[in-house]
């Protein structure tokens, strides 16, 4: 494809989100690629697969930070929701898809910036739980509708203020789980075409070139400035998609 190097740059930019954020793969590769014109069907199988790859990294390097009884619900609710999302598919256009990951977007970044947090998702307990089920419900739809997982997640690890370590162990095993689960449902419909294996293998050199930069950036970047570009980056990408 003629527009290969500027897939190829969009996964390894991606990479580098997913390993210095612990989340966001998805996000941003899913709306970058909608800009340079790779087609949904072709972009969510594509995307699902590299960002595997880059949740299972973060799974191995963080993997004794796990709590596995924080993330049960979650994890149960998301798998759930799978189906649902990636059913939705076959009813939304693809112009509504993208406004709606343009306004979801936007949401997330308001958000964020806003510090919102509700009583009942910083409470512990029952209330706690019933919160963990709905964010990993929400997270399950929107891997199988629009393969963006980790906005839903990193709201609430965010509510429960959990720490970078914990953060980085605990929301990429739900996400290597649902990215799996849900590349199965693209398998089953036969979204997993030839082409999609094709750009997957010529932008893994630059999924692999990401990787390292990251792995070098991550001792020199200062964690608050670079979440604050990446707002940005995402402010625009959001109002792109959703006008």
Known sequence: MDNILWIGSIIGLA?????????????????????????????????????????????????????????????????????????????????????????????????????????????????????AYVFGGLSGFLTGALTIPGPPLAMYANAQSWPAQKMKANVPIILATVQFSTLAGHVYQGNLTADVGKLALYSLPFFVMGMVVSAQLSSRIDEKRFKQIVLILLSFIGFKLFL
């Open 15 to 131: 990479a580098v989100v997913q390993t210095l954020a612990g989340f966001g793969f998805a996000l941003v590769a899913i709306a970058l690629l909608s800009l340079v014109n790779l087609p949904l069907d072709v972009a969510r199988p594509l995307v699902l697969m590299m960002a595997l790859l880059s949740s299972l990294s973060l799974v191995m390097g963080y993997r004794k930070s796990l709590d596995w009884r924080a993330i049960a619900p979650l994890l149960l609710s998301a798998l759930a929701m799978i189906p649902v999302g990636l059913i939705s598919i076959n009813y939304l256009s693809e112009q509504i898809t993208l406004r709606a990951l343009g306004s979801f977007i936007i949401l997330y970044v308001a958000y964020d910036i806003l510090k919102t947090r509700t009583k009942l998702l910083a409470s512990s307990g029952q209330s706690s739980h019933l919160w």
